[in-house]
């Protein structure tokens, strides 16, 4: 690891020096060929090539080769690798984009970032029946051979990655906003582990950098740039996922819409892009239809090629219901979650007979509890 590691020194140093972003990186690596010409050219030649004469002063006396150094000391001490833009499994939808990062920090398999991959993106702060879409969307997604990106945010973005891990074989890439040595949010290390181990975690900032407002708009960039087309299920006025998905546009990636309530502000970007344009959500099929020929056709053969030939139709599981977990289920719905002492009383039922029904229903996978004993029915099984 570490002799893979040292064809990156140069690498580092370039995306180290201060006042280098994306666009000029790879400007400057277009110019020169490669990172080491880049550190041997000239004050004039890099001047002339549109480089800051600051930061030229400071390729030139080449000090950003002991910051890569440095980071290279600190992550021969992680399970990480990187991946510069001229290796030929970084991934090529990526690479269409105006700025591509030209290193990528990767933890876990970076293979599949050379999958089709499609984003499922949305607000910090879901609403209940927005999490169990985007948490089934993106099994179904997965389960279709799809590798599901998102950004490992609260809310939606968490719904979609734990989606992708309940397929079976689903992956899953989540991007950060900040270095791949910080855990951010806190409450998803262990839903970090698994896309690791499912997938991949990557990031363009260098170790150490923390969760900062500005990071989130160009991390942003890399959800839409690595996606065939992005999925907004909800997201405000001036959301992260409004911004993914302008950016999905100018990238000429498809952009679709699950359609919310148009009372609920949560539901504002979704709509809005539906308004625009966007293809509209409610189903699997509804995303695959939108993709390339070839994406599509390869995705629905490979996933005709894994279905029973003569599959026996299932009970509806209600059939199986006592009278009263039948009346509780009519009482739930899938946009409205409702405390258990509500329940009792709406029901006129005692405590205890609301109780185990709640839990029968719970274990049949047609409601699901919420914190703070909440209940809500789930989204019917798809077709």
């Known amino acids: 690891m570490a002799q893979e590691l040292e064809r990156y020194r140069y690498w580092l140093a370039v995306t180290l020096t201060p006042g280098i972003g994306a666009r000029l990186a790879a400007q400057l690596l277009k110019r020169?060929?490669?990172?080491?010409?880049?550190?041997?050219?000239?004050?004039?030649?890099?001047?002339?090539?549109?480089?800051?004469?600051?930061?030229?002063?400071?390729?030139?006396?080449?000090?950003?080769?002991?910051?890569?150094?440095?980071?290279?000391?600190?992550?021969?001490?992680?399970?990480?690798?990187?991946?510069?833009?001229?290796?030929?499994?970084?991934?090529?939808?990526?690479?269409?984009i105006a700025d591509p990062p030209v290193l990528l920090y990767v933890r876990g398999d970076a293979s599949v970032l050379g999958t089709h991959?499609?984003?499922?993106?949305?607000?910090?702060?879901?609403?209940?029946?927005?999490?169990?879409?985007?948490?089934r969307l993106a099994q179904e997604l997965a389960e279709r051979g799809l590798t599901v990106v998102s950004g490992l945010a609260r809310g939606i973005d968490s719904a979609a990655h734990r989606g992708a891990l309940n397929a079976i074989g689903g992956k899953t890439v989540a991007v950060l906003g900040t270095g791949i040595d910080t855990d951010y949010p806190k409450e998803n290390k262990k839903l970090r582990e698994q896309i690791e181990r499912n997938g991949c975690v990557l990031t363009e900032f260098p170790l150490g950098i923390f969760a900062a407002p500005q990071n989130f708009p160009i991390r942003n960039r890399i959800i839409a740039g690595l996606s065939w087309g992005a999925v907004l299920v909800e997201g405000g006025q001036y959301s992260g996922a409004l911004i993914t998905g302008r950016l999905a546009l100018e990238y000429n990636r498809q952009v679709y819409g699950i359609p919310g309530?148009?009372?609920?502000?949560?539901?504002?970007?979704?709509?809005?892009?539906?308004?625009?344009?966007?293809?509209?959500?409610?189903?699997?099929?509804?995303?695959?239809?939108?993709?390339?020929?070839?994406?599509?056709?390869?995705?629905?053969?490979?996933?005709?090629?894994?279905?029973?030939?003569?599959?026996?139709?299932?009970?509806?599981?209600?059939?199986?219901?006592?009278?009263?977990?039948?009346?509780?289920?009519?009482?739930?719905?899938?946009?409205?979650?409702?405390?258990?002492?509500?329940?009792?009383?709406?029901?006129?039922?005692?405590?205890?007979?609301v109780l185990a029904a709640l839990f029968d229903l719970e274990m049949k996978g047609l409601i699901r509890q919420l914190p703070g004993k909440y209940f809500i029915r789930a989204l019917p099984a798809a077709p």
């Open 32 to 96: 020169f060929g490669s990172p080491e010409r880049i550190f041997s050219a000239s004050l004039t030649e890099l001047e002339s090539a549109g480089t800051p004469a600051p930061v030229a002063r400071t390729l030139h006396a080449r000090t950003p080769l002991k910051a890569a150094e440095q980071e290279l000391e600190k992550l021969r001490q992680l399970d990480c690798r990187l991946l510069a833009w001229d290796e030929p499994d970084y991934p090529e939808l990526l690479k269409q």
């Open 117 to 135: 991959c499609i984003a499922v993106i949305g607000s910090r702060k879901p609403t209940p029946y927005g999490l169990q879409v985007g948490e």
């Open 261 to 353: 309530n148009i009372t609920n502000s949560a539901s504002w970007a979704p709509n809005n892009f539906i308004k625009q344009g966007a293809k509209l959500v409610t189903g699997w099929e509804d995303v695959v239809e939108e993709l390339p020929t070839p994406v599509r056709n390869e995705i629905l053969a490979r996933f005709a090629a894994t279905q029973p030939e003569s599959p026996q139709p299932a009970l509806p599981l209600t059939a199986e219901l006592s009278d009263i977990a039948r009346a509780l289920l009519g009482i739930l719905k899938v946009d409205e979650a409702r405390h258990i002492d509500d329940l009792v009383e709406s029901s006129e039922l005692s405590s205890s007979d």
